[in-house]
């Protein structure tokens, strides 16, 4: 299950570092983005007390 957004992108091969921040919390993924093919990445926050 998932309670957060979901982000979809198109981008050219190459290098890409993603940032992300909820809740002041941030998270920070290289990702690299084949000629052919894709790539997924997810990034989880722990739940607030």
């Known amino acids: 299950m998932s309670d957060g957004p979901f982000l979809f992108v198109k981008r050219p091969p190459g290098r890409y570092r ?3 921040s909820a ?3 941030e998270r920070e993924q290289t990702l690299v983005v084949p000629a052919k093919g894709g790539v997924s990445s997810t ?3 722990t739940p607030a007390s």
């Open 23 to 25: 809740d002041g919390k």
């Open 18 to 20: 993603v940032v992300a």
């Open 43 to 45: 990034m989880r926050w």
